[in-house]
């Protein structure tokens, strides 16, 4: 793989997906892991990221010289391309003079790093300290008004350098700057390719499984999906998917898993119909986090009763199952690392939630990749694009998008509601531009309206279309005006109960994207 070395700053994870663009693989690692462990992984080539320190701070983060001696073509960025300098004798000065945002470029010799990029370029910017002096060896590629070095490299030891950030869109030719390294500068090939992804993870799970049996919960997202369809193509019928029918599925969900994912991959599924049980359950609670504790303890319950059925049957056989799939994404398993002391706002409930008593090894193919290389190979294994391109959908479902009581009545009028918003958002295009837009039942809410000859006393609902990177924060979508009439004339025709729509105006910070 090439390392991306994290020095603390948001920008490593980027930088993986910008390397993974380039169709190479790449994977994060701390820059805390000492170098032995880092060669140890045998890295085609290593990129040190950004950091928020600065070289001189007290306990700033720096990086072990013997590893630019191991002859692995290395790339410093912003922090790691002054971390790199003062390791090999440059000079590192604290100017005081800062630039932030996009600033001027200008290329005195191209060399590997910048060649067929313009001489003068916009490159994004974020530092405080600059390199005055390249070290010995290094060429100087590139200055701007407030770095006198804001690119260098040598050749001879594949050493590379840029102080600005090539992996933000807004530098204008960032892509071609990485990709001159990982190409030319490192001699790697684009050959990471969705393709290649299915080919090693199916080695990667056959290995694992042998002739066990597997279960997996299949929710109707696109993680689970995909990772189920990995492990059939890996072990075909050893795989048994449970989907558990909460009745908190909109429009169709339950038939596209049901009828088009089991038509598109030939997994064997069990269906278990428990929509009464969950209803129950739901009885007269109002309150949120309750209503999401009881929605994951009475899933976990169903899955555990599927479980233990499976296990019942295949023992009569004299199989043994010994694993379960986990769609666990690379975001996961970078963050797992950190993220400690994060508040907790809401209990997330991820359907397929271990139970603690049963013992399973886990298979996770998706551990590698990003949701959109997720997706790339869920189209590349056949997975039915309403499934692939789904937005993402909680675990506890409609369940928290009815303000109120939930019952099946009321789960009827926001299905038939949230229908008609997606297939006006699908037709005017714009699926792209939204993260996801929930739309949400004020079940105890009644507002006064006149339909036909009569006055009507309905229910509102709220379209809550949002755009994000990651849903830790996200800013409400500026929907086209017509798409938003469109929206509320069907709904307010077609849904007898509902008489008017309203439209949520708030960034998350500080509300969150779900209402619940
Ligand atoms: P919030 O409402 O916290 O939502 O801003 C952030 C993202 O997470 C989704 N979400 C969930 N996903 N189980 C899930 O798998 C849950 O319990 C859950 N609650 C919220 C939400 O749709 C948004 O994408």
Redesign the pocket.
């Known amino acids: 793989p090439v390392l991306v070395v994290d020095f603390g700053a948001q920008y490593s994870q980027l930088i993986a997906r910008r390397v993974r663009e380039a169709k190479v693989y790449s994977e994060v690692v701390p820059h805390s892991m000492p170098v032995e462990q880092m060669l140890a992984k045998d890295p085609a080539a290593i990129i040190l990221s950004g950091g928020p320190a600065s070289v001189y701070a007290d306990g700033a983060p720096g990086i072990d010289a013997s590893l630019f001696e191991a002859g692995v073509p290395i790339m410093g960025i912003c922090y790691g391309f002054q971390v790199m300098a003062q390791a090999l004798g440059g000079e590192v000065a604290r100017t005081g003079l800062s630039e932030f945002g996009g600033t001027p470029v200008e290329v005195c010799s191209a060399g590997v790093l910048l060649a067929g990029t313009p001489e003068k370029q916009d490159a994004w910017m974020s530092h405080g300290d600059s390199v005055h002096r390249a070290p010995e060896g290094f060429e100087v590629l590139a200055t701007t008004a407030g770095a006198p070095v804001a690119a260098f490299e040598d050749r001879e030891r594949r050493l590379f350098g840029v102080q600005w950030h090539p992996e933000v869109k807004h530098s204008a030719h960032g892509q071609a700057v990485l990709e001159r390294f990982l190409y030319d500068g490192a001699g790697l090939a684009p050959d990471w390719t969705p393709g290649n992804v299915i080919a090693e993870q199916v080695a990667a799970i056959r290995a694992q499984v042998g002739d066990a049996r597997v279960i997996c919960a299949l929710s109707g ?1 696109v993680d689970s999906a995909v990772a189920a369809a990995l492990v059939q193509k890996a072990v075909g019928d050893q795989l048994t998917c449970v989907h558990v029918d909460h009745g908190l599925m909109r429009e169709g969900e339950v038939e596209q898993i049901e009828r088009d994912f089991v038509a598109a991959t030939g997994v064997n599924l069990v269906v278990r119909d428990e929509k009464k049980r969950f209803l129950d359950a739901l009885a007269g609670v109002s309150d949120p986090e309750t209503k ?1 504790k009881i929605i994951g303890r009475e899933f976990i319950r169903v899955f555990e009763d599927a479980q233990r059925d499976i296990i019942a049957e295949a023992g009569e056989h004299g199989e043994e199952v010994r694993f379960l799939v986990q769609g666990t994404l690379y975001p996961d398993v970078v963050e797992s690392g950190g993220g400690e002391g994060a508040a907790n ?7 397929g939630g271990l139970p603690e008593d049963l013992k399973f090894e886990l298979v996770e193919p998706l551990r590698t990749l990003f949701k959109d290389e997720v997706r790339a190979v869920g189209r590349e294994l056949g997975v039915p694009e309403e499934i692939v391109s789904r937005q ?5 479902g409609l369940g ?1 998008r009815i303000i109120g009581e939930v019952t099946a009545e009321r789960l009827d009028i926001l299905r038939k509601a949230d229908a008609i918003a997606r297939e006006e958002l699908t037709k005017a295009g714009l699926d792209g531009e939204i ?2 837009c ?1 739309v949400v039942l004020l079940a105890d809410v009644r507002s006064v309206g006149v339909q036909g000859d009569g006055r009507t006393y309905g229910h509102p609902v709220v379209l809550r279309p949002v755009s ?1 990177e990651d ?1 830790m924060t ?1 800013d409400w979508t500026r929907l086209p005006y017509e798409v938003l009439a469109t929206i509320s004339t069907r709904i307010t025709n077609e849904v007898r109960e509902i008489n008017r729509v309203v439209l949520d105006v708030t960034s ?1 910070p500080p509300a ?3 209402w619940e």
């Open positions: 997202g999401r706002i809401k209990s997330h409930h991820n359907v993402p959908f909680p675990g506890p928290i993260w996801q929930p994000s849903a996200a998350k969150t994207i779900e």
